[in-house]
């Protein structure tokens, strides 16, 4: 089954922080992102001074297919849209590319706690 990666779970794995086993085991089975995302985390390894051609070879290695956004997908994200949710842009893309699949996101991010299709690695 495919689990979709939220930027901050492909962060928290690149960074060795609490939760990267969770995603290392997602990442070797069937992973998937949406550009959405893997730009946030782009921008987020290069904002700290890391080697975002090493981490993305590293993500690669692993299988991870990365999806484009689809206009259906924007639809979808803007629907989740509700004000002082704390779901931002590329939180609501994720959850959009989770719903395309049908599968199971994984995140860090604790306000999305309520959605049954979510898991949290920590």
Not at 3 to 11: E, G, N, R, W
Not at 78 to 98: I, K, N, T
Request: proline share 2%.
């Amino acid at each position: 089954m495919t689990t979709v990666l939220d930027a901050s779970a492909l962060l928290a794995f690149l960074g060795g922080e609490p939760g990267a086993d969770a995603v290392e085991e997602a990442l070797a089975d069937d992973a998937a992102c949406s550009t959405v995302n893997w730009s946030e985390t782009a921008q987020k390894v290069r904002a700290a001074g890391g080697d975002w051609p090493v981490a993305a070879a590293l993500l690669a290695g692993y299988g991870l297919t990365v999806h484009d956004a689809t206009t259906a997908d924007a639809e979808r994200a803007a629907r989740r849209w509700v004000r002082g949710s704390g779901l931002s842009l590329g939180d609501r893309f994720c959850l959009a590319l989770g719903d395309r699949l049908d599968a199971t996101v994984v995140t860090a991010d604790t306000a999305w706690k309520d959605d049954p299709r979510v898991r949290l690695i920590r």
